[in-house]
């Protein structure tokens, strides 16, 4: 959404192997292009860890998926570390020892049953075939406003390569795929009076409106404001 409401939290998981699931949750409003958004979520990451008494914890590696902003030797400053830009995903990378070490206010009970719902839905969402694993990563990357082939195939943690291969396999090509979760995605919004068409296609990750609205109109044989309009008169628009 272009607003974020949220509670600050943060619990972990143990999943074994040395491996912590970190569970965030964020008191933010914004209404900034999805970039600024990614940003928000580090910073806010950072000061919730340290607010809960984590030391040391300091990021090794940022990559940002837009281009440097002017307040470049800031954002290095705090982060502290070279941040890479134009990187065509948003990543942060922290130390592992600080992110192992045992909340002061952890709750046991609460980590296993957490434990338990965290594992059943990775083993639903691997059951998946493939190219519905691949589609429901898209989606969740699209409201983040990321959805290069490289992003997804992090998500997946394989290569892009890997991923182009499996996709074949399966007779569809990542562009495929990613204009049926973006048309799928924009027809939900437009049914939304609360959104612009403009706010759609930035929410989409279009910084130009006559960009998503040629998509739309090859996709469909119609303007996004025609298709608005026929909802409307319907009354299928909320």
Known sequence: DSRWLGGDGAV?????????????????IDTAPPYRRSEAAFVSMLATLQRLGVVGLRPTRVRAAHGWSAKRAIAEEY??????????????????????????????????????LV????????????????RWVVEQQLRRGNTTQSAAASGLGMSARSLQRQLAKNGLTFAQLREEVVEQRAAQL???????????????????LRSFSRLWRRLTGETPGRYRARLRDAGCVR
Not at 123 to 133: Q, S, T, V, Y
């Open 119 to 134: 594992t059943k839905e990775v083993e639903k969402r691997a059951a998946l075939p493939f190219p519905e694993r691949v």
């Open 190 to 208: 437009l049914r939304d009076d609360t959104y612009t068409i403009e706010q759609i296609a930035v929410k989409l990750g279009y910084s130009e």
């Open 12 to 28: 972990t998981v143990p999943l074994g192997d040395g491996r912590v699931l970190w569970l965030f949750g964020d008191s933010l």
């Open 79 to 116: 982060y502290g570390c070279h941040v890479i830009w134009n990187a065509g995903e948003d990543v942060m990378c922290l130390e592992r020892e600080p992110l192992l070490a045992p909340l002061s206010g952890s709750h046991p009970r609460a980590a296993d049953e957490l434990h338990a």
